[in-house]
């Protein structure tokens, strides 16, 4: 058995003389940089100290780590059976102080919000404030999710609570919806019916659509309105994203629909969106596991509800 490859040191001495961070950090480095002098000047120290710390942990580890006699450094078999070990130690190290900073900074806890297609919705910024705002404590992120997941991370653990568009697959999901918008069709500016101010949807069924690619069957039928369809869907090009729909759409290969706050949200160049009255609404929702007990997402869902009163109303005054 090659002796390089076992502690010469009882259990009992190396907890004694444990190493620090640095040592890993230096050892680290020369693994890299596989130079003691470029790995000092990477860590920004000289290189006796560098080359002391490395002898210092092979002293406690009772390893010989590094082969110096080759040009370039090479590791040995230990030291390289090590390498995995030490980056995985600095690394929770590393989380370790995040924490530390959260919790002096009085982050408690965290939530991750997802996105799906939401992002433009007027009351998306209105909620995340209100929440950032009323609990500090908690540390709020956010992450945006393309059509490929209509649930916004909440059925891969990516998210807690998420702001969708449903309806979706979605087994073991809650779901409050908040508000409710008409739905536009995107056309290009000199597509003859760019110039009306509402249309059916029998008089863009026969355009070419796009197909979104890769995503729950639920949400695709309801955005390419399946149910309402007397022929066969055309398509005329496929995506994930709504920037895949727009373009198509700006380069005139196939129509979609979007949600009334993505028709308003900026003037899209060379596109026209034009209401589709005859077509249903498109719900906003906040969505969560329905396992989840965890106080900052309550919180969330209590604000949500808060906010989504009003709004209700407003949109029903407009209509």
């Avoid at 010989?64 to 590791?75: G, W």
């Avoid at 007027?122 to 945006?144: G, I, K, M, N």
């Avoid at 697959?169 to 500016?189: F, N, Q």
Wanted: hydrophobic fraction near 45%; charged fraction near 20%; glycine fraction near 4%.
């Amino acid at each position: 058995m090659d002796p390089q490859a076992q502690p010469v040191q009882p259990a009992s001495s190396l907890l004694a003389s444990s190493f620090e961070l640095r040592h890993l950090r230096y050892f680290l480095a020369v693994t890299e940089e596989l130079n003691f002098t470029r790995a000092a000047r990477k860590l920004n120290v000289v290189q006796q100290t560098l080359s002391e710390g490395i002898a210092q942990l092979e002293d406690m580890l009772g390893l010989r780590l590094f082969e110096r006699a080759t040009r370039p450094v090479q590791l040995t078999e230990a030291g390289t059976l090590w390498v995995p070990y030490a980056r995985d130690a600095l690394a929770a190290a590393e989380r370790a102080q995040a924490a530390a900073r959260l919790l002096r900074s009085g982050h408690t806890s965290r939530l991750r919000v997802g996105l799906a297609a939401t992002a433009a919705f007027p009351l998306t910024p209105v909620l995340l404030d209100s929440f950032r705002s009323r609990h500090p404590q908690v540390a709020l992120s956010t992450r945006h999710f393309d059509f490929g997941d209509p649930a916004g991370g909440l059925l891969t653990g990516q998210a807690d609570v998420a702001i969708v568009r449903p309806p979706f697959t979605g087994d073991g999901l809650e779901l409050l919806v908040i508000a409710s918008e008409p739905r536009y069709v995107a056309l290009p500016d000199q597509h003859p019916l760019a110039s009306r101010a509402a249309v059916r949807f029998a008089d863009i069924e026969h355009e070419p659509w796009i197909e979104i690619s890769e995503s729950d069957p639920v949400w695709c039928d309801f955005w390419r309105l399946a149910a309402l369809r007397s022929r066969p869907l055309q398509v005329g090009a496929s995506g994930q994203s709504l920037e895949d729909l727009l373009e198509a759409a700006r380069t005139r290969q196939a129509v979609g629909v979007v949600a009334e706050s993505v028709a308003r949200a900026q003037p899209w160049p060379k596109l026209t969106f034009v209401r589709v009255t005859d077509i249903p609404p498109s719900d906003v929702a906040v969505a969560w596991r329905a396992e989840e007990t965890s106080p900052p997402v309550s919180a969330f869902i209590a604000i949500a509800r808060e906010l989504a009163a009003p709004a209700a109303k407003t949109a029903a005054a407009s209509r």
